[in-house]
């Protein structure tokens, strides 16, 4: 009970619309570490505590709080992208304000055994295709995925494990063209180091507008079931 009320307080702080973590946020991140470590127990569920108050109780994400989906994100995808923020590979730029609270609750998960734990607690979510919130030119759109994209992510947006292109179809658009907007700023993926990201920051390069990326964002969303 104490590990859920600590994981809880630090999310409520984290999802807050600062700029930047607070030293409250800091504090209790300290503290969710401290008894992540102390506990032989901590559940995938236990674990997800830290996640509902912005992503939901069954994962359904809040646009409000800038916090996507996570129905419809595959567990491999999921995986990489929460020890990526635990490392501080992603979420490290100083103009990723949400990038930065995803790493203060990342970093309360002491190893990889238990970003594994609550990845296989989210599997278990009932997969929802998220809603369409953009209107655009699908058409347009259309030309510019198959051209660019569908090589890696899959003619049906469907992800590719192998490439380590993650399923795009039934994410919500709002986020997808949130995330195109970070890399094409370097916002994300600019890190070398950061293999994946790094050659998506090289692709968001390669669309000519936001209009244009709103309609591909658009198109991917006509293709979620």
């Not at 607070?22 to 209790?28: G, K, L, R, V």
Request: proline share 4%.
């Amino acid at each position: 009970m104490k590990l859920a009320i600590l994981l809880m307080s630090l999310a409520l702080v984290a999802c807050s619309s600062d700029q930047a973590p607070s030293a409250n946020s800091e504090q209790a991140a300290s503290a969710a570490v401290t008894a992540l470590q102390n506990s032989s127990s901590a559940s995938g569920k236990e674990l997800y505590s830290a996640c509902v108050a912005c992503h939901g109780v069954n994962g359904e994400g809040n646009k409000a709080l800038s916090a996507p989906s996570l129905t419809n994100q595959q567990s491999w995808y999921l995986e990489r992208q929460l020890l990526g923020f635990r490392s501080g590979l992603r979420g490290s730029h100083p103009d990723d304000a949400f990038g930065a609270q995803m790493q203060a609750i990342a970093k309360t998960l002491p190893n990889e055994a238990a970003v594994r734990s609550v990845v296989a607690y989210i599997a278990d979510f009932k997969a929802k295709v998220a809603p369409a919130s953009l209107e655009g030119n699908a058409k347009r759109g259309a030309d510019y995925y198959s051209n660019l994209c569908g090589a890696c992510h899959g003619p049906a947006a469907e992800g590719n494990e192998k490439l380590q292109a993650p399923a795009l179809a039934g994410v919500d658009d709002w986020y997808l063209l949130q995330q195109f907007d970070h890399f094409s700023k370097g916002i994300r993926g600019s890190d070398e180091s950061d293999r994946y990201g790094y050659q998506m920051y090289m692709m968001g390069k390669t669309l000519p507008d936001a209009d244009v990326a709103k309609d591909v964002v658009v198109y991917i969303q006509s293709l979620a079931d």
